[in-house]
């Protein structure tokens, strides 16, 4: 009787992680909520970086993150 009531609460732990995860994604299950939300130009940037394969110059890392500063 023991044993099913365990095997009973392991079943419902693990349905209830499985539709989380279904509902709100992998990502966010991962603290997101404290990510900073960058800017649209800091979003670019990081694409054009990923899509070249080129880092960012030191002038346009200083300008993007003197941009975000000020907003």
């Known amino acids: 009787m023991v044993l099913l009531r365990i095997l009973t609460s392991v079943f419902i732990f693990f349905g209830l992680y499985f539709i989380c995860r279904a509902i709100f994604g992998d990502k966010s ?29 030191k002038f346009e890392k ?5 941009e975000e500063v000020l907003r």
């Not at 909520?33 to 070249?52: D, F, G, H, M, V």
């Not at 200083?62 to 003197?66: L, S, T, Y």
């Open 29 to 57: 299950i991962k603290s997101n909520k404290w990510k900073q939300k960058q800017s649209p130009q800091a979003i670019l940037n990081a694409r054009k970086e990923i899509i070249t394969g080129k880092k960012l110059s």
């Open 62 to 66: 200083f300008k993007a993150n003197a």
